[in-house]
Each structure stands twice: as structure tokens, then as C-alpha cells.
């Protein structure tokens, strides 16, 4: 019998964490350099779109739920678990884009429409998981991360839309 192997994804999951550090850093470099009146657009342009690819890739890492044979996770735990987090995800990656498109200064007025549907996502997705915090559903803190990276991209989406 052959060993069985683990999904691409699991064996890239512990490098997504220090790989949307690698960008992030890229892209604060990429704008001091442009504060200190380098060229730095292109340095910007692939941090962006790898800081994208990451939290494309994050959406399809495996939830960590919680269940025992005497309490079975619920519909609601699921949802809050494992739906709403890729959905934040794909979102965040969305906007990224579309945060990328404004900034490749393309002629149609396509970031608007990616910054409409990732903000709106987001907006859905954030607001949903505050009706679990209501409700009571458990072990919310699990989706900190998603959601930390959710608000600040909520805001950038609704100034791109706005504009």
C-alpha cells in the first residue's frame, strides 16, 4: 500500500502565515520608497497581488472545528466555522484586487465593480458573524484573524466605491 498524501493545501498552510508577512513588508517598503520619491510601483504591484494569492489560499485551509459524539457541531457552529471564514477570505482577496486595478490606473472603471462585490461580502460576512456573537455561537475567537484582515479592507473597498 502506497502512504497516503496530504493535500496541497495542508502542506502550504504553514508558510501562508509567514508568506502575507513577506508582502506585507513589501509593500511597506514599496511605500517608503515612494514617500522618499523612488519608483517603487512595481515592488507594490507584486506584494499586492501575492498578498491576494495568500488570503485566496487561506479560504481553503481546513476549519478547526470542534465536535465530540455526544454534542455534534450544529448548523449554526459550521456556518460560523467554515462558510463565513472562506467567504471573508475570498472577499479580502477580491478587494486586494480590485484595490490593485485602482492602482494600475486601468481605463474601464472595473474596480469599482471588484471593490462593490468584495466590500459588500464583507460587509455580509462581518455582519453575520455578529449575529453569532449575539446568538451565543462558541469558539468565535478562531475567526479574529479573517476578521482583523476584513475591517481595514471593508473600509478601503467603500472609499474605492465611493470615489
Do not use: C
Request: glycine share 4%; hydrophobic share 60%; charged share 15%.
Amino acid at each position: 500500500m502506497a502512504a497516503a498524501q496530504t493535500p496541497f493545501i495542508e502542506r502550504i498552510a504553514k508558510y501562508l502565515p509567514w508568506m502575507e508577512r513577506v508582502f506585507l513588508v513589501a509593500i511597506s517598503l514599496g511605500a517608503i520608497l515612494v514617500l522618499l520619491n523612488f519608483d517603487a510601483s512595481t515592488l507594490i504591484n507584486l506584494s499586492l497581488s501575492g498578498l491576494a494569492l495568500v488570503f485566496f489560499l487561506n479560504a481553503f485551509r481546513p476549519p478547526e472545528i470542534e465536535t465530540t459524539d455526544e454534542s455534534p457541531a450544529d448548523f449554526s457552529a459550521l456556518l460560523a466555522m467554515s462558510i463565513v471564514p472562506k467567504v471573508l477570505w475570498i472577499s479580502a482577496s477580491l478587494s486586494i484586487i480590485a484595490i490593485l486595478s485602482y492602482l494600475l490606473h486601468f481605463r474601464a472603471e472595473g474596480y469599482r465593480q471588484l471593490a462593490m462585490i468584495g466590500g459588500s461580502s464583507l460587509f455580509l460576512g462581518i455582519f453575520i458573524i455578529g449575529i453569532f456573537t449575539v446568538s451565543g455561537v462558541k469558539h468565535l475567537e478562531r475567526l479574529l484573524p479573517v476578521v482583523t484582515r476584513a475591517v481595514p479592507l471593508l473600509l478601503m473597498d467603500m472609499y474605492l466605491f465611493l470615489k
